[in-house]
């Protein structure tokens, strides 16, 4: 028994117990020791070369396998996008096959080094819990993104708001699920937590209620202030009046100003603009009509 033999692939050894394994290495070297320097020096180059061989091997058979594993994605892609599959499917799919696969290309190429498969087979079994306590969490984003492709709370292309954050759905992959945020940032997001928690999806419906509180002094002629917002909101063509019309109505009496809430529905891409164009214009109309809004007092009384 060699060491080469011990360690490479020509005979790989099953799994064994920790002790047989040592003193076979132990029993190797002293066979290493007792060999004529020449004799020694043979052996080892000889076994090199066959160790270098093996090794060159491996890795010509993994870089071949990746670049087979991008080739397989990049038709697996086509064809479902040819079938017109969802975007969000696909996505979820293309995970999928391209993990299998490379997991598949790795016990591959650790068979070529000559590594004995059943050995680490034997280990992994031994060490079930502790893998599964270890990858609890990526098994339940695993299943999450099961979860999200079945009943699809929102697609590739959806508007959403999720765990603090919101932002386009860019892709939704085998554990994460990741978002463009309207600042461009990329926000990645695990799929257990988002379908365990609650998500606001903007795109399902087709219209939504802007809403806003314009607030004006005691005082304040309200008829005439209720005039002037309504100018306002039939000043923008992007108002709908389904499922209701525009409405503005008297909110709160505060300590120092009442409010007059607004409310006007908008399709769902126009939301933003109506909201910046209400606020830019109440801002300028209010004041030409002789209405100001309030400003904060403090009064100080001295006790002197």
Not at 36 to 61: C, H, R, S, T, Y
Not at 165 to 190: C, F, R, W
């Amino acid at each position: 028994m060699t060491l080469f033999t011990i360690l490479q692939t020509a005979d790989t050894i099953p799994a064994d117990t920790t002790g047989n394994v040592a003193v076979k290495i132990s029993e190797t070297i002293d066979q290493l020791a007792k060999m004529p320097a020449g004799e020694l020096v043979q052996f080892l180059i000889d076994n090199a070369m066959k160790a270098g061989l093996k090794i060159l091997a491996a890795i010509l058979i993994y870089c071949i396998g990746a670049w087979l594993i991008k080739r397989a994605r990049r038709v697996a892609g086509r064809i479902l996008t040819a079938r017109h599959f969802d975007q969000s499917i696909s996505s979820f799919i293309l995970s999928l096959v391209s993990i299998s696969l490379t997991i598949l290309l790795i016990i591959i190429t650790v068979q070529t080094l000559g590594v004995d498969t059943s050995s680490l087979v034997a280990l992994l079994a031994g060490s079930g819990l502790a893998i599964g306590m270890a990858l609890s969490g990526t098994l339940q984003n695993f299943a999450g993104g099961l979860m999200i492709i079945v009943f699809r709370p929102f697609k590739v292309g959806d508007y959403i708001e999720a765990q603090g954050y919101e932002g386009t759905v860019n892709a939704i992959q085998i554990t994460s699920t990741i978002i463009k945020t309207a600042d461009n940032k990329t926000i990645i997001l695990p799929n257990g937590a988002l379908s365990g928690g609650t998500i606001n999806n903007f795109t399902t419906s087709l219209t939504r209620r802007c809403e806003w509180e314009v607030n004006v002094p005691y005082g304040t002629d309200l008829e005439k202030a209720k005039d002037v917002i309504y100018g306002v909101l039939k000043g923008c063509d992007k108002i709908i009046n389904t499922p209701a019309a525009p409405m503005v109505a008297l909110k709160i009496l505060g300590t120092a100003y009442i409010t007059i809430t607004v409310r006007a529905w908008v399709k769902s891409e126009d939301y933003w603009d109506l909201f910046y164009y209400f606020n830019e214009t109440i801002y300028r109309k209010l004041p030409e009509h002789g209405i100001n809004f309030p400003t904060p007092k403090m009064t100080l009384v001295s006790e002197n």
